[in-house]
Every structure is written in C-alpha cells, then in structure tokens.
C-alpha cells in the first residue's frame, strides 16, 4: 500500500518536473529565435529541471523494477538460488543507494551549504539543486529493502526455463 503511495507520487512529481522543463526550453527558444533576447536564467532552470526530472526517473523506474538488469548467472539457477539471489541484489542496491546517494550526495549538500554555493544566473542555493540525490536514494534504498523483504522476484527476474535465448540445450 506504502509503494504504491511513493510510487504516484514520483508520477505525480515526474509530471510536473517535465511539464515545467517543456515550458521553460519553449520560452527559450521564444525568447532566442523570436524575442531575440535569450535568458540565462531560463537556461539554468532548464538545466536543473533535467537533473531533478532524470534522478526522480531513476528512483520511478527502480520502484516500477523497469531497470537494467543482468540474469546470465541467476537464469542458470535453480529457483530457490534466484529468490536468494534477488536478495542479494536488492540488498547490493540498497547498500548503494544508502551509500552514495543518501551519505554521499548529504555531504555534497552540507559542503556547498556551508560554502554557500549559488547558481550563476539565478543565485539559488546549489543544496537545494544537489537535495535531490539523497532523496532519491532514500527512496530507492525503501524499495530495494520493501523488495528484499517481499521475498519472491517477479516472473519477469525468474525466467521459465534456466536456459537464455540462443544457448545450447
């Protein structure tokens, strides 16, 4: 029921985020090609747009498990191997996500906080743009754990046969 929660609402917020990015490109090149007078301010707000727009899509098609995922070994497993070895994965996947973005990504928002790093054109704090990547990692490390403990991989990460496309049998 929780996912599903997070789930629309990383909808809700992609919807947004490429809603405005198709607006703000639109009013630059109105601005460029017919006003003749481009604005660098709305080519920063573009460019923050595509950073928010691409790590909350990351963190929508992890919770949707439309990612990009090996099975040479765990398609040669036996089913109970790939219930374990999805759970390993998950708990890898968690472990990143904790790892690098949430403690990494906190320190890269702490130090330009305490430097008091602005953009150029705008002046916004660059922690409120970095802010981004912990979030996403929380959100990615409550699936990959709500996965973990789900126990059972979908039928997508658990192929029929232990054979892949194009192997001898």
């Avoid at 630059?28 to 006003?35: C, E, H, T, W």
């Avoid at 098609?61 to 036996?78: E, P, Q, T």
């Avoid at 973005?101 to 906080?113: E, H, K």
């Avoid at 990959?144 to 192997?167: C, H, N, R, W, Y």
Wanted: charged share 15%.
């Amino acid at each position: 029921m929780m996912r599903m929660i997070v789930e629309k609402a990383l909808a809700g917020i992609l919807v947004i985020l490429f809603s405005a990015t198709v607006l703000t490109v639109i009013w630059q090149v109105i601005g460029r090609y017919v006003l003749e007078a481009p604005s660098s301010a709305t080519e920063e707000i573009a460019r923050f747009l595509l950073i928010w727009l691409g790590m909350v899509s990351m963190a929508y098609a992890f919770a949707k498990r439309m990612h990009v995922g090996v099975d040479l070994i765990s398609a040669r497993l036996s089913p109970s191997g790939r219930k374990s070895s999805a759970r390993a994965i998950w708990l890898a996947c968690a472990v990143f996500a904790l790892a690098v973005m949430v403690y990494g990504g906190g320190l890269l928002v702490n130090i330009t906080a305490t430097l008091g790093q602005t953009s150029a054109a705008l002046g916004l704090p660059m922690w409120t743009i970095y802010s981004i990547m912990p979030a996403c990692g929380l959100v990615i490390a409550y699936f990959a754990i709500s996965f973990m403990l789900e126990g059972a991989p979908t039928e997508k990460e658990i192929p029929e046969q232990g054979l892949v496309e194009g192997d001898a049998k």
